[in-house]
Structures are given as structure tokens and as C-alpha cells.
């Protein structure tokens, strides 16, 4: 009656198996370390950088406890953190000579203890917040007006063309920050390119005003287009962020919209508030743009001449000079799509770029107009333009695919298109408040939390041992399986694991005994009423199970309800609180049972039970 199959202690020794292995990495702790990551496209961080590393540690005579190279970037551990700012300055002094021109990040970090062989089991920690972990938060000021007038100037180069390809002559365009003026000879003239801007660009509201002796049309971004341009740039510069800080590796960031114009950034276990500021920093852009080929600009190639008026002087990567036209045809905002791959004919590494209609449009008449002609296209990092290639057009191309190569290796073309696809600021940010929590605030944190969970686990382990005896010591057994387990789960998922989910955690030993109490009192009910010790365990579980599973049911609800809806702390109690039914409800039942089986399941003739004092009605 009350025996389990084979199979079921199977699962049950395979989850306890599960359950230690992943669970083990968080008692390991976490040790001071120093990250090196690439600023540059391209620079690549390879076994080169990790031997470099290793020799500026030398040569400070300090040691490491153990540098390797993951992903792209090389990770030194050590045993505190003197040795860890120490290290970290000899590593900058040794990889970063001009500070005006880094081309690696170097940041202080905090990584686990976990031995090899748990690493190669893919058993990680799970992810502390920042109140437990420590690192940097910020707080950016979006600039608004930035991205008005960046719309208002995208909005003017179109009318350009527009204009053009109607053939409605102007006397000029220009933009006046967010409004955009264009002049006429005649109001016959005005009148049908205020016909073409009021159908094709629905953005603007138009106004007709005199010039003096010209006519002039005035067009401006209508309220509602303004707010919707706000919450698109708002919502662009958090997935940029979130873009290029996951590029980075930095482990569970929280990017989220505070307000109307705000962004809060944290990051756990960043350390160091100057490289954090660097890392948000790191965005590329794309942009396309003629070369000029001028007598005047190659006279200013050879150094002979002044770079003519509307032009701007760059570098290619083979250090070559390319004169290329401040007028801008194409950015990053047509760019949908990005990726490495090889040209079929000569086998380089070329970057696939895959533009939206409009930029298709716009490439397609531009490259049908400029046969012959050099193109140049534009990588712009950290506020420095770099000209990845400047083909000549042999013809037209359209169908919005576009392909980029450079004398780029395999490693560069995916780096670039990493960063292309992380696209660009909508509009520029300030950073108006900054904090950093030390690691030992964030140990303080853990303590604190650990030693909340630890004791009302002791707390609810005397009350039931004492209540319940040997019951009691089952339902304990339960509840450590349960705690082990939430804590796999948490680490096997790699949530992110805050303050708020420490109380949830300590929340959630409370709930999970509310189970074995109903099959303990369901158990006492059964035996009070006269049946054997072996069937009133068999009818204590199976009659308190429809009840326990109606009261996690509820409890479920409410806990999807908060991790669907809520943010922050919220989120992160929720995370914790759902994941703790869902254990509770596997130990609590089928763990619990399976014990008791095991102990009691064995005796046929079973009298009585160790499940403490049983209240009888009295006998009238």
C-alpha cells in the first residue's frame, strides 16, 4: 500500500543528484578578478592578449591565481582585492600606453571560485543583483530635443530628394533646430511643393509665410509625431544599451526606463565606475557617403592642399587617405540587419548589410546616378570615423542588400557587424546620478539574507521535529530538499538572484511546510478516526493532495500575476516566489511521501506511528 516503485526513488535520487551538483557552485563564493575586453573593432582579444596579461603580471611581480581567455575577453583571479588594483594597473600600464586611444577595456570584476570540473558540467552560480553583488548604477538623461532635430534633419534630406524627383525647383533648404525652411522664386512654385510635403511627409505640418520678395514654406513636426518620435529614441537607446552591454558579457544587467526621459543602468560586479561609463559609451554607426574626388581633394590627399569646403578627411584601415563629402546618404537607422559572411568569388570575410525600403530607395537612385563614381562607408566608434571600404559603383544596386568588405578577417567582419546590429544612440545621454555598492556592502547583503533564511529554516525544522516527531523529521528532510532544489533550479535557469528574492526565498520554507502539516493533521485525522497506522498514511496523502495543489494553484496565479506585471524588486521576489511553488509542491508531496515509504512502507505489521500527540474526541 504504501511502497514506491523503482522507478519513482529513481527520480528522486536523480533530482537530489541534480540538485546538489548545481546548487554546489554558490557555496564557492566569488574572488576579486580583472576583465580585459576590445574597444575596437578592430582589436581582438586572443591567447596574444592573454599572454601579454600574463607578462605585465609578471613583471609587477605579482601573481594571478588563474587567467584565462574566455569568449572575448581574458579574466584574471586573485585572492583579494589589493592584489586586484594593483593588477589592474599594470595590466593598463602594459595593454593601454595612450589613454587617448585605449583599444581595450580593463575592469574590475568579481568571478566564482567553481572548480573545473563543476564549470564543465555547465553547473554555474546564479546571478547575484546588485544589492548582493555589489557593482555600478547609473542614472541617464535622454536629450530629447537631440532626437527631435536628428529627425527634423533626416526629415530634410528627404524633402531634398523628393523635391528633386518631382522636379520642383527651390532656391534652398535649410534646417532652424527643429523646423525646416524652404525658400521659392514664385507661389506657383510654393503652392505645389506644399501639395507634395502635405501628402508625402505627414510628419510635418506645413505653413506658408513671406520672404521679403521670395516665398517661403515653413514645415515643423507635429505634436503627436514629437511625442512618439521621444518614446522611440527612449526605447532605441535601451536596447542599444542593452545591445552592446550584452556584447561585453557583463552578467544579467538591469536596463530599464525611469519617468518620461530617464534610463536606469546596473550593473552587478562592475566595480570600477570609469569603465562602466566607457563600456555604455561603446555604440557604432553606420554611414554612407560619397568620396569626393575633386583636383582640390586630391591635393589634400597629398598633403599639398586644404581639405575642400563640405568635406571631411578619414583614414581607411590600411592607413590610407580617403577625402570623403560631409552629406550624409545613408545611416545606421536604414540598417534591419548585419552578418558576417564570405564573398563567394574572392573568399574575404565581408559584413551583409540588409537595408529598409527607404534606405533600398535611396541606395538604388544614388548608386544609378553615381556609375563610376567612389562610395565611401563609414564606421563611427567612440566619436572616431573609420572608412571600412570605398568601392567604385559599377552599377546599380538595388533590392536593399548590400555587401562591405575591407581587407577585414573573419574575426573583424563579425566584431563589425556585432556592433552594427547594436546600432546607434537615437539621441545623445548625460549621466546625471552615479553610485557604486562595494563588494562588501553586497557580502553584508548576503549575510544578512543567508542568515534570514537559515534561521527560519531552524525556526519551522524545532517546531515541526517537536510537534510532528518523526513526521516532523520527514517533513524537515522535505524542506531541505526543497530549499536545495529552489536553488538548482535558480542557478541551472542563471536568474538573477536579489534581496527581494531572498525574502521570497525565506517566504517560501513558511509555504512549503503548509503541505506537510495538511498530510500530517490529515494522517492524525485518519488514525483518530480508528484506521491502521498504514492506511491512514495512504489516505493522509492522497485526501490532502487536492487540497494542497488548489492553495498553490492560487498562490501561482498571484506569483505569475507580480513576474508578468511587475519590475525591479518586484520581478525578482516573483521570480523567486513562483519557482518556490513549483519545488515545494514536487517536495513536499511526492519527496515527503517517498520517504515516509521508505521507512514506514517496509512493515506489514505496523502499529503504530511516531507523529505526536493525537487528540481524541471525548467518549460521552
Not at 1 to 24: F, H, Q, T
Not at 184 to 202: H, N, P, S, Y
Not at 216 to 227: D, H, T
Amino acid at each position: 500500500m504504501n511502497r514506491y516503485p523503482i522507478w519513482k526513488y529513481a527520480i528522486i535520487v536523480i533530482a537530489l543528484v541534480v540538485g546538489i551538483l548545481y546548487a554546489l557552485p554558490n557555496f564557492y563564493g566569488e574572488s576579486p578578478a580583472v576583465q580585459v575586453s576590445s574597444v575596437k573593432v578592430g582589436v581582438k582579444v586572443d591567447s596574444n592578449t592573454q599572454a601579454r596579461v600574463v607578462e605585465a603580471l609578471q613583471a609587477a611581480g605579482l601573481s594571478a591565481d588563474l587567467v584565462t581567455l574566455d569568449g572575448t575577453s581574458v579574466k584574471a583571479r586573485f585572492d583579494n582585492t589589493e592584489l586586484q588594483l594593483k593588477a589592474k594597473d599594470a595590466i593598463e600600464t602594459a595593454l593601454i600606453p595612450d589613454a587617448g586611444n585605449a583599444s581595450y577595456v580593463v575592469a574590475l570584476n568579481l568571478l566564482s571560485r567553481s572548480p573545473a570540473w563543476l564549470t564543465s558540467l555547465n553547473a554555474f552560480p546564479m546571478y547575484l543583483g546588485l544589492d548582493l553583488r555589489g557593482g555600478v548604477h547609473f542614472m541617464l538623461q535622454v536629450d530629447m530635443q537631440a532626437a527631435l532635430t536628428k529627425k527634423a534633419e533626416a526629415l530634410t534630406g528627404e524633402i531634398r530628394t523628393s523635391l528633386r524627383e518631382k522636379n520642383i525647383r527651390h532656391s534652398g533648404i535649410n534646417r532652424n533646430d527643429q523646423t525646416i525652411e524652404v525658400s521659392f522664386l514664385d507661389a506657383a512654385t510654393r503652392a505645389a511643393a506644399k501639395v507634395v510635403l502635405d501628402e508625402d511627409f505627414t510628419d510635418l505640418q506645413t505653413l506658408e509665410v513671406p520672404d521679403g520678395a521670395g516665398f517661403k514654406l515653413i514645415g515643423s513636426i507635429k505634436p503627436e509625431v514629437a511625442r512618439r518620435v521621444q518614446d522611440q529614441a527612449l526605447k532605441q537607446n535601451i536596447t542599444t544599451l542593452h545591445n552592446r552591454i550584452n556584447e561585453l558579457g557583463v552578467a544579467e544587467p538591469v536596463i530599464q526606463q525611469q519617468g518620461l526621459d530617464r534610463i536606469v543602468v546596473q550593473l552587478p560586479g562592475v566595480q570600477d565606475t570609469a569603465k562602466a561609463k566607457d563600456i555604455l559609451g561603446r555604440t557604432a554607426t553606420l554611414e554612407v557617403r560619397m568620396v569626393d574626388e575633386s583636383s582640390e581633394a586630391r591635393a589634400a590627399i597629398n598633403g599639398t592642399a586644404a581639405v575642400p569646403f563640405g568635406s571631411e578627411r578619414y583614414l581607411e584601415r590600411n592607413g590610407q587617405t580617403v577625402i570623403v563629402k560631409k552629406q550624409v546618404i545613408l545611416t545606421g537607422e536604414n540598417l534591419t540587419d548585419a552578418q558576417p559572411g564570405f564573398d563567394s568569388q574572392t573568399q574575404e570575410a565581408v559584413v551583409n548589410l540588409t537595408l529598409d525600403a527607404k534606405g533600398a530607395r535611396i541606395f538604388r537612385d544614388v548608386t544609378r546616378e553615381s556609375i563610376g563614381k567612389r562610395m565611401a562607408i563609414l564606421l563611427f566608434e567612440k566619436g572616431k570615423g573609420e572608412v571600412v571600404t570605398a568601392p567604385v559603383i559599377r552599377s546599380e544596386i538595388s533590392g536593399g542588400r548590400v555587401q562591405i568588405s575591407g581587407s577585414m578577417t573573419s574575426v573583424e567582419a563579425h566584431d563589425t557587424s556585432l556592433l552594427l546590429r547594436a546600432g546607434s544612440l537615437a539621441a545623445p545621454m548625460e549621466i546625471i546620478q552615479e553610485s557604486t555598492i562595494g563588494p562588501s556592502l553586497g557580502a553584508e547583503n548576503i549575510a544578512k539574507g543567508f542568515n534570514s533564511v537559515t534561521y527560519g529554516f531552524l525556526a519551522v525544522a524545532v517546531f515541526m521535529c517537536l510537534y510532528y516527531m518523526l513526521f516532523g523529521v520527514f517533513s524537515t528532510i522535505s524542506l531541505a530538499f526543497n530549499l536545495l532544489l529552489l536553488v538548482a533550479v535558480l542557478s541551472m535557469l542563471q536568474a538573477t538572484l536579489t534581496l527581494p528574492g531572498m525574502a521570497a526565498m525565506a517566504l517560501v520554507l513558511g509555504m512549503a511546510i503548509d503541505a506537510n502539516v495538511l498530510i500530517n493533521e490529515r494522517v492524525r485525522e485518519e488514525l483518530r478516526n480508528g484506521a491502521s497506522p498504514q492506511a491512514a498514511i495512504h489516505a493522509g496523502y492522497d485526501r490532502a493532495w487536492a487540497t494542497i495543489l488548489d492553495s498553490n494553484v492560487t498562490t501561482l496565479i498571484a506569483g505569475l500575476a507580480l513576474l508578468t506585471f511587475g519590475s525591479g524588486p518586484v520581478r525578482g521576489f516573483a521570480v523567486v516566489h513562483v519557482l518556490g511553488i513549483l519545488t515545494s509542491m514536487f517536495s513536499g508531496v511526492f519527496f515527503s511521501r517517498g520517504v515516509v515509504n521508505l521507512w514506514y512502507g517496509r512493515q506489514n505489521k505496523l502499529k503504530t506511528v511516531s507523529i505526536g500527540t493525537i487528540w481524541r474526541p471525548e467518549e460521552k
